[in-house]
């Protein structure tokens, strides 16, 4: 059974960090892309980076660049986004998930877990 368990939300004052890990199960992590998407009630889903399986081709969403880092742990079947200069609108539940294809980073599972609540306060 494929399992992603997001962690690491929380609130945070407008320029501050947080990192948030997914942790996966399931799956042979290694041999998928994957990612973050983030998504606001009442809003679309907003694709936040994806990376390749094995060799660290990235997308990042222009709203995030050059702010979020994205890296993965394949011995610890792990990823994370390392989330610097926290803006308001970041506010979202962050989910572990991308739609690599779109990036053209190859072919990712379409799970993702329950997600994990980012609140940035101005």
């Known amino acids: 059974e494929v399992q992603l368990v997001e962690s690491g939300g929380g609130l945070v ?3 501050g960090s947080l ?7 399931g799956f042979i ?3 998928y892309p994957i990612g973050w998407f983030r998504q606001i009630p009442g809003k679309e889903r907003e694709g936040v980076s994806c990376i390749s399986k094995s060799d660290n081709r990235i997308y990042y969403a222009d709203s995030v660049k050059g702010r979020f ?7 610890k079947n792990t990823l994370y986004l390392q989330m610097n200069s926290l803006k308001p ?9 991308c739609n690599a294809d779109r990036y053209g980073l190859g072919s ?3 799970y993702w877990g329950q997600g994990t609540q980012v ?4």
Request: charged share 20%.
């Open 29 to 31: 992590f290694d041999e």
């Open 108 to 110: 990712s599972l379409s």
């Open 89 to 97: 609108e970041d506010t979202a539940v962050y989910y572990c998930s």
């Open 119 to 122: 609140t940035v306060s101005s």
């Open 19 to 25: 990192r948030l890990s997914c942790a996966a199960s």
């Open 13 to 15: 004052q407008a320029g």
């Open 69 to 75: 880092t994205i890296s993965r742990d394949n011995a």
